[in-house]
């Protein structure tokens, strides 16, 4: 089993649709949990990270960390059709040496 | 100009040849990583580089090796190609005094074909 589950998509929503995208996870050191975007044809790129559990907003995004449950969210609100990418959890501990553990990634179209 | 860059973009090679890929980043970073992107299979540590002298095997280093030449350069070769070491593969940096997310920057990838 992987440390790192994501639902696997894809996923295809009208603009304007409330998105939720989620990850599980099963190693209890991991502190750090991040959310990386990837356009087609184009490197990933660090959306937003949460540090413990709890929310974080930033604009349309919030990311989301229950650690009792081991389940993070990303939840993109008015989703536009610019929003249509792949999105990557990651996670890491604070002694993990520098490495992060990724999800497979979760693909959405946001259609106009 | 690109912080983290990757040459060559798009390599088409037959079986059994010797292939590098090589990653540079103008952005002062000690550690740096290679990853492989497969379809539904998200991305997969190669190996890994915190600085010059330091060289780790990821989840999936056989039949890759690297070097590190510099802070700023980390090449990744595969020895004899092989048709299923086609994939996506990307280089990316963290800087070691940065916040605990290692936040990692990504450069542009290199798709790879072995026929």
């Known amino acids: 089993q992987k440390e790192v589950e994501q639902d696997p998509g894809p996923l295809s929503v009208p603009e304007g649709a409330i998105v939720s995208l989620n990850c599980t996870y099963s190693?209890?050191?991991?502190?750090?949990f991040m959310w990386y975007r990837q356009y087609s044809r184009k490197g990933p790129e660090l959306l937003m990270y949460?540090?413990?559990?709890g929310n974080k907003e930033d604009g349309r995004f919030t990311a989301q960390v229950d650690k009792s449950s081991k389940y993070i969210s990303l939840f993109i609100r008015d989703s536009q059709p610019s929003d249509s990418a792949t999105y990557l959890c990651?996670?890491?501990?604070?002694?993990?040496?520098?490495?992060?553990?990724f999800g497979d990634g979760t693909t959405l179209t946001v259609k106009p | 100009d690109a912080d983290v860059t990757q040459t060559p973009r798009n390599r088409i090679t037959k079986t059994g040849k010797r292939i590098m890929l090589e990653c540079s980043q103008t952005?002062?970073?000690?550690?740096m990583y290679w990853y492989r992107q497969d379809p539904g299979l998200g991305l997969r540590l190669i190996y890994y580089?915190?600085?010059?002298?330091?060289?780790n095997k990821g989840e999936i280093s056989d039949g890759y090796s690297v070097s590190r030449q510099a802070q700023a350069k980390f090449s990744l070769s595969l020895e004899s190609a092989i048709p299923n070491q086609t994939a996506l593969y990307f280089c990316?940096?963290?800087?070691?005094?940065?916040?605990?997310?290692?936040?990692?920057?990504f450069g542009p990838g290199t798709r790879l074909t072995v026929l």
């Open positions: 990316a940096t963290s800087d070691l005094q940065g916040s605990g997310s290692n936040e990692q920057f």
């Open positions: 190693n209890s050191a991991f502190q750090y």
């Open positions: 949460t540090y413990s559990s």
């Open positions: 990651a996670m890491n501990s604070n002694t993990n040496a520098g490495k992060s553990t």
């Open positions: 952005k002062g970073h000690d550690r």
């Open positions: 580089s915190f600085d010059v002298k330091d060289i």
